[in-house]
């Protein structure tokens, strides 16, 4: 599945979100590791649910290539496509370019071309596309034909007026009878604009302890 087919199946599911606060420095997928089953994941009609499966010899050894700190559950495909997606509803648009960081493990088995696509949406409150961001797939020559998962990451800013994200994975089937396109640790993180940076505590404490000790040094020699 291209990410143009990805894109289509997205815009009909836009409606459907949860909504929340925008929230800086942590990761706002759900269930981004797959610990907990495809809790948060929403399935999209006439396509599989991707499953949660166990590291092990049927998919991806603890031993091969993946994230060093992974849990005991991965994800992989299901079927010839396997689609879901979670939304998520900032109840007001952004007013100012917000820096994102988009990250996951994708892979596959060996030298089959099955894949994983991780995929997000940025829309305004009417569910518009204004903007997009992707990481994947990861081929069999990138993987240097080896099974496993491997990191990938996109930067970029939010486009102002962004107050709905939709997250969407794919896996693609193209050879073989399993789908092995894989995923874990799927993360979204939004940085805090620099003027919503205060300085920490510690930090101002001691630069007004030293502007007091300056004023007290000048009128030691004053």
């Known amino acids: 599945m291209n990410i ?17 606060a925008v929230v800086y420095g942590s990761n706002l997928v759900v269930n981004g590791d797959a610990e907990a089953g495809v809790t948060g994941w ?17 998919w991806v050894l603890p031993s091969q290539p993946g994230p060093s700190d ?5 994800f992989a495909g299901l079927g010839q496509y396997a689609v879901g997606y979670q939304t998520l509803d900032f109840g007001t648009a952004t007013t100012q370019d917000i820096a994102y960081s988009l990250t996951g493990w994708l892979g596959g088995w060996a030298n089959q071309g099955d894949n994983a696509l ?8 009417s569910g518009n596309e204004l903007g997009n961001s992707a990481i994947g797939p ?4 990138d993987r240097n034909n080896q099974t496993g998962l491997f990191f990938r990451a996109n930067e970029g800013f939010l486009p102002v007026g962004t107050s709905n994200l ?10 073989s009878g399993d789908n092995d396109g894989y995923a874990d640790n799927l993360s979204f993180v939004l940085q805090a604009p620099r003027s919503n940076e205060v300085p920490e505590p510690g930090a101002a404490s001691m ?9 007290w040094a000048r009128r030691r020699t004053a």
């Open 207 to 215: 630069l007004l302890l030293g502007l007091g000790l300056l004023g």
């Open 4 to 20: 143009r087919h990805l894109m289509a199946i997205a815009l009909l599911a836009a409606a459907c979100s949860s909504e929340a």
């Open 166 to 175: 939709s997250f969407w994975l794919s896996m693609e089937r193209l050879v």
């Open 118 to 125: 991780f995929y997000v949406q940025f829309l305004d409150g």
């Open 70 to 74: 992974r849990g005991s559950r991965m």
């Open 42 to 58: 929403t399935g999209y009609s006439n396509y599989n649910m991707f499953q949660s499966v166990s590291y092990g010899s049927n």
């Open 138 to 141: 990861v081929t069999p020559q």
